[in-house]
């Protein structure tokens, strides 16, 4: 995981959460349904986020697969010796 996709992921977070609070807010006082609406909508948030790759993604995996090209790591290129 690059670190482009892990700021968006934490971004969904950012969002998501709020609304998994809210959630659990409407189950503690009883309203079930509104409650389980809520959670469910968080936890999709989240899972189309890191499931399902929307055009907006493109740039970002054309991004890491460039830094990845530029930027080897020193374990990557063999012994030197």
């Not at 189950?27 to 968080?42: K, Y």
Request: hydrophobic content about 50%.
């Amino acid at each position: 995981m690059g670190i482009i996709s892990t700021f968006g992921t934490v971004i969904t977070l950012v969002l998501a959460l709020p609304v998994a609070m809210l959630g659990t807010l409407f189950l503690i006082q009883g309203q079930t349904m509104s409650g389980i609406a809520m959670i469910a909508v968080a936890v999709l948030m989240f899972a189309v986020k890191t499931y399902v790759t929307t055009p907006d993604d493109l740039p970002a995996m054309a991004a890491e697969r460039t830094v990845g090209t530029i930027a080897k790591d020193p374990d990557d290129e063999g012994d030197q010796n």
